[in-house]
């Protein structure tokens, strides 16, 4: 591996916002691939990044922190993909806390890592009604819905959501992520979810393969 | 009602704690009745009951707790449930006047559970918060503080059986969470005469390490910015040392009574 794609990597990995632009615009100035920046360097990082917090080593605001890092490099390299019309998505996820449930800051941590695993997401908010849900859907066509509930109480929506799906005949074209404190992965499994993900790591891993799964 | 420093609504009886949960499922009693006491010998004004782990079965269990916490303890309980029907089911069983915990503006929580305090004489835990989004900045809590001040006088309810919780959201995604639940308080206290504000400590703690210290240097903040009641572990000693050293620091414990009277029960750590 190149050694600016190691600096870049680590920048995102030690949280340096300051230094992560310039080393990117030394990546570009190299001829490195723009892809290959974001594969070798941002993406490969926020995967360490990822089994840093999931190990316990790192604390929330950390990860955050990190990925804002990785974000900040994401600026710098994202006009040149635009530029080459070279714009692939590892697939689009649509997020959103289920209605009832106005709890979205692990919702917020499982964005930032997806973003920054490359996937293009949708913030739908929280309190967001099945019909809500539904309409997006149709709309934006995602290939991932994510779906977050930190209330025992709102669990029950997650379950209405995915039978809607069915009724429509959406289930199976889009597939649906479950995650929040209470929720289990017998839960996931009991309303028909295609997976669950116990922490951000998880749900990105999850949704790679849910994507390869397409 | 004698005047209070600091209104102690005591947590520890919480379905989402597993022990409880436990106790709560196989219906052990002298697990809730040691939980009950222990906090009332601590200093609780009221002690929380909550069975929101329990959906379906919810009503059922509270009602269990509510009868063996009564029988344990002879303090006024905090009725913790955001469903209604749950909150209905319980006030015919309880022995004093209790806390409802909570409503929120959400129409169908706020006009449902407002008359069911009016009719018991209960006291209000209020959220900041409304059907649209999160109030992340002082003005947003303080505007619905507002509209539930609103809410209860048109209820008939008396300002000071309101407590309104600003709400405070994790330092680790929020970084000035806590400074904003802060100056909400001291600005509700202000422009509500009469009111009361109350708080959680444990939310804003959530992704961070050492969370009992960041929760109990929050509530030694949140006092100096007026509030007077919160929603604790009054057995937790660290928490209780650093609410009684908050309220005399403040000026609000004459004479340092209440600090020395702690320390002489060797609840000071």
Known sequence: MSDILQQIQEAIIKRKRAEIQGLVETAIGQGIDPNAIIDNGLIAAMDVVGQQFSDSEIFVPEMLVSALTMKMGLDVVKPLLLKSGNTQSRGTILMATVKGDMHDIGKNIVIM?????????MDLGVDLTVEKLMEQIETVKPDIVGLSALLTTTMPEMRRSIQVLKERGLKGKVKVMVGGAPVSAAFANEIGADGYGADATEAVELARRLISDL | ?????MLIVAERIN?????VARAMETRNAVFIQNEASTQAEAGADYIDVNAGAFPGEELECLRWVVEVVQKAVDLPLSIDSPDPEVIKGVLPLVNQPPVINSITLEPSRLNSMLPLAADHGARV?????????MAESI??????AGRLVESVIRMGISLDNLYIDPLVYPLATHPQSAMVATGAVERIMREFPGVHTICGLTNVSYGLPERRLINRTFLVAAISRGLDAAILDPTDKLLFSALKAGLAVVGRDDYCMDFIAAFRAGRLG
């Open chain 2, 15 to 19: 379905s989402s704690r597993k022990s």
């Open chain 2, 125 to 133: 835990i209020a959220l900041c918060q409304s059907e649209e989004r």
């Open chain 1, 113 to 121: 890592m997806l973003e920054g695993a490359g996937f293009k997401v």
């Open chain 2, 1 to 5: 009602m004698k005047a209070e420093p």
């Open chain 2, 139 to 144: 003005d947003d809590k303080v505007r619905l």
